[in-house]
């Protein structure tokens, strides 16, 4: 029976929607010309034709800026649809149509740089119609763009006043991504933290508020390698900051340019756990981490470096 309606629904009637730009889900239907890569979308090159069911939002008569993606790590995020973007709408401001899937992490951050007046959160389960969109490719690295690090800078400052947070760095955290499924740092001496006043946080649990509030307090920053390059922007130049990777230097910190804005320093682990959510090709990079006396030792001479 589901197969005989999922027939009788290819036969329906669908209507032929003719806006210059109709977006639904991650599929963009236009026969505009495209100057751009963009892998999270989908550019089809043909008529939209509506089925029955789908509810169309007419957004035509005004120019929109597109912000696409559907995944939920913060760093392919920041470097492969937003800085871009920014880096454009901050001279030319325009409203933003933002397809995120219902990020909460990713929505606070747009509101904290943006503001919200600027925004219209879609719901990608609908269609959208437009009769002009700006389209800015995907990225990665943030060093092609000459002012790169200013522009860095300006984000953390309006961030930090939109939400009222005055940077006091006292504190010596270590984010061991212990609440995620890969790239985790175990058997973390609580001894250890406690000699050497480090605290251990958590911050993929944590509002954006909160997080920011947080990373305002870092005098020496140590993380496993992963989405945490964002952590990065929220510090300032005098932070001391030791990422730890497993097996090999995979570092986007220092590959696509945030390790400039921070005294950055890099360890290999080597005493590894296999991840069973390895999502990368090289299925060791997301390996766990055991901590050891060579990281003790880095993150030590880290913290004694700052006193």
Not at 92 to 105: A, E, L, T
Not at 200 to 216: G, H, I, M, P, R
Request: proline residues 4%; aromatic residues 12%.
């Amino acid at each position: 029976m589901p197969n005989l309606h999922r027939l009788l629904d290819f036969f329906r009637p669908r209507e032929r929607i003719s806006a210059p730009y109709v977006l639904h889900d991650h599929r963009l239907y236009t026969k505009a010309p495209i100057a751009i890569k963009h892998d999270r979308i989908r550019f089809v090159r043909k008529a939209f034709r509506k089925g029955p069911e789908l509810q169309v939002v007419d957004l035509q008569g005004e120019s929109f800026y597109l912000l696409l993606i559907h995944v939920d790590n913060i760093a392919h995020f920041f470097h492969d649809v937003f800085f871009p973007l920014y880096y454009v709408w901050r001279t030319n401001k325009k409203r933003i149509c933002v397809s995120i899937d219902g990020d909460r992490f990713q929505q606070e951050f747009l509101e904290s740089v943006i503001g919200k007046d600027y925004l219209v959160f879609l719901d990608r389960s609908r269609v959208y119609q437009f009769s002009d969109l700006i389209l800015t490719p995907e990225g990665r690295d943030l060093k092609i763009y000459p002012d790169y690090l200013s522009i860095c800078e300006e984000i953390k400052a309006i961030c930090f006043a939109r939400n009222g947070i005055t940077e006091q760095r006292t504190k010596n955290l270590l984010y061991g991504r212990n609440e995620l499924s890969r790239k985790n740092l175990l058997d973390i001496d609580p001894k250890f933290l406690n000699d050497h006043h480090i605290e251990l946080v958590y911050l993929s649990k944590l509002s954006f508020k909160d997080y920011l509030q947080t990373l305002a307090s870092a005098k020496t920053f140590t993380y496993m390698v992963g989405a945490g390059v964002f952590n990065l922007l929220f510090l300032d130049r005098d932070v001391r900051v030791l990422e730890i990777n497993p097996h090999r230097n995979n570092s986007w910190a220092q590959m696509f340019g945030l390790s400039s804005l921070v005294d950055f320093q890099v360890i290999i682990g080597q005493r590894l756990k296999p991840s069973s959510a390895a999502t990368q090709d090289e299925a060791i990079l997301d390996s766990h981490v055991y901590f050891d006396e060579s990281i003790a030792a880095a993150i030590a001479a880290l913290v004694a470096r700052h006193d």
